[in-house]
Structures are given as C-alpha cells and as structure tokens.
C-alpha cells in the first residue's frame, strides 16, 4: 500500500495519474495547502522541503522498514522502478525517459509555475516578469512540440516522462498559450487528456478540493513563505 500525501497541483497530479495508470494500491492524504497542513511536524518528516506530493511505501521491494518519498520527479522514478513500469529497462531508452523527465523537474515546471504566479497570482502585475515568463512558456511549448514532430509520446513509448509533463500543461490559456501554434503538443495533449486513468486522477481531484481558489489567506500561505523557525 502507498500512502500518497496529496493537493491538486500540477505535481499532485502526476502521482495520481501514476497510480492510476498501474493499478498500485494507494490510499489518499490530502494535504490542504492553502490552510497550511504541509507545515505540520508529521508531514515534514516526511517532506521537509514542506511541498507536496510525498508517498510512504509500506511495502518496499527490499521487504524493510516503510520508506518515504519526497520530490514528484523522484517519487514518479521510485514507483516504476518498483513496479517495472512506464520506465523502460534498456540503456537507451531509459536514459530517453530520465532526460526528460528532468527536463520537466528543472524547465517545464519551475519556469511555468513563475508564468501561473506572475500571470495569475502577483497582486501586482508586473509587465517585465509576465513578458518573461510567458515568453519562456512559448519557449518550452516550442521544444515539446519540436520533440513531439515524430513520435507519439515524448520519449517514443508512453511514460513517466508523459506523466510528469502533462499537468503542467492543463493550464495552458492561463499560461497565454494558444496549443494551437504548437500542433504536434496539442495532438500529444488531447492523446492524454483522453486517457481513462488521467481522467480518473483529475476526477479524484475535483473531489478532494472543492473550492480551489485564491483567497487572500490561502495567498499569505502559499507565497508569503520565508524563513521558517527550527523545528
């Protein structure tokens, strides 16, 4: 059993549609961010960087003690290696999957959780930070769909690297994307879009946060984070 410790973010998203996809038995934590459940002492022991997505593995491969997991990439790595799925054996195509799903922990995320925050969330607009981080939304769009030109799924065969870069994209006209220009990522999108258990995760989420909007209390705990008292 894996418990997953849960809110309906992009990264979220990712765990969810995993387990979904293989059929592993989970059982869901929601961790309310906006009300500041991730800094409660029992989760950041499990996540001490206070983000979720977070599993416990009660049933490790190795026959041992519970292990926990923290960082999307790397939980989306440990539960295909730990059930043999969506992340290929051979060299090559392994190291295919692994690039881009860094690809996604280190550009596609970081850069257009700045585009959702400057866009969507600055109480201020900021037209230099806008223009900058929309223009590197475009920019990313461009290398998905320059990837996407001759292959069905990022890395040839459907896998994490797919999981881990669709939520990002869902938001897309928040981000002042138009898919559209990018033709090879919209074929790709709507392929996954479609998908029973990518349907399934985002089902699940609509049922956990019934009210997933910004508040002015939410966005003091959300962006208003700075240094944090030892614990």
């Given at each position: 059993?894996?418990?997953?410790?849960?809110?309906?973010?992009?990264?979220?998203?990712?765990?969810?549609?995993?387990?979904?996809?293989?059929?592993?038995?989970?059982?869901?934590?929601?961790?309310?961010?906006?009300?500041?459940?991730?800094f409660?002492?029992?989760?950041?022991?499990?996540?001490?960087?206070?983000?979720?997505?977070?599993?416990?593995?009660?049933?490790p491969?190795?026959?041992?003690?519970?292990?926990?997991?923290?960082?999307?990439?790397?939980?989306?790595?440990y539960?295909?290696?730990?059930?043999?799925?969506?992340?290929?054996?051979?060299?090559?195509?392994?190291?295919?999957?692994?690039?881009?799903?860094?690809?996604?922990?280190?550009?596609l995320?970081?850069?257009?959780?700045?585009?959702?925050?400057?866009?969507?969330?600055?109480?201020?607009?900021?037209?230099y930070?806008?223009?900058?981080?929309?223009?590197?939304?475009?920019?990313?769009?461009?290398?998905?769909?320059?990837?996407?030109?001759?292959?069905?799924?990022?890395?040839?065969?459907?896998?994490?690297?797919?999981?881990?870069?669709?939520?990002?994209?869902?938001?897309?006209?928040?981000?002042?994307?138009?898919?559209?220009?990018?033709?090879?990522?919209?074929r790709?999108?709507?392929?996954?879009?479609?998908?029973p258990?990518?349907?399934?995760?985002?089902?699940?989420?609509?049922?956990?946060?019934?009210?997933?909007?910004i508040?002015?209390?939410?966005r003091?705990?959300?962006?208003?984070?700075?240094?944090?008292?030892?614990?």
């Amino acid at each position: 059993m894996i418990d997953l410790y849960y809110w309906t973010t992009p990264n979220g998203h990712k765990i969810a549609i995993f387990l979904e996809e293989t059929g592993l038995p989970y059982a869901l934590k929601p961790v309310d961010i906006g009300k500041g459940s991730q800094f409660e002492a029992a989760f950041l022991k499990i996540s001490p960087n206070n983000r979720i997505p977070a599993i416990v593995d009660h049933q490790p491969v190795d026959n041992g003690a519970p292990i926990s997991v923290f960082e999307s990439g790397a939980i989306l790595q440990y539960l295909a290696e730990k059930t043999g799925l969506l992340l290929p054996q051979e060299l090559r195509a392994r190291t295919e999957v692994m690039q881009w799903l860094f690809w996604q922990m280190g550009n596609l995320g970081p850069l257009l959780g700045q585009n959702h925050h400057f866009v969507q969330y600055a109480p201020e607009k900021i037209p230099y930070a806008i223009e900058r981080y929309v223009k590197e939304a475009e920019r990313l769009y461009s290398v998905l769909d320059h990837r996407l030109a001759d292959r069905e799924f990022i890395a040839g065969e459907y896998s994490i690297a797919d999981i881990a870069a669709y939520p990002w994209t869902v938001s897309h006209r928040k981000q002042k994307i138009n898919l559209d220009e990018f033709p090879h990522a919209q074929r790709w999108f709507q392929s996954m879009k479609a998908r029973p258990a990518v349907i399934r995760a985002y089902e699940i989420a609509k049922q956990v946060n019934t009210a997933p909007v910004i508040t002015d209390a939410s966005r003091s705990v959300l962006f208003g984070q700075g240094k944090q008292p030892s614990r």
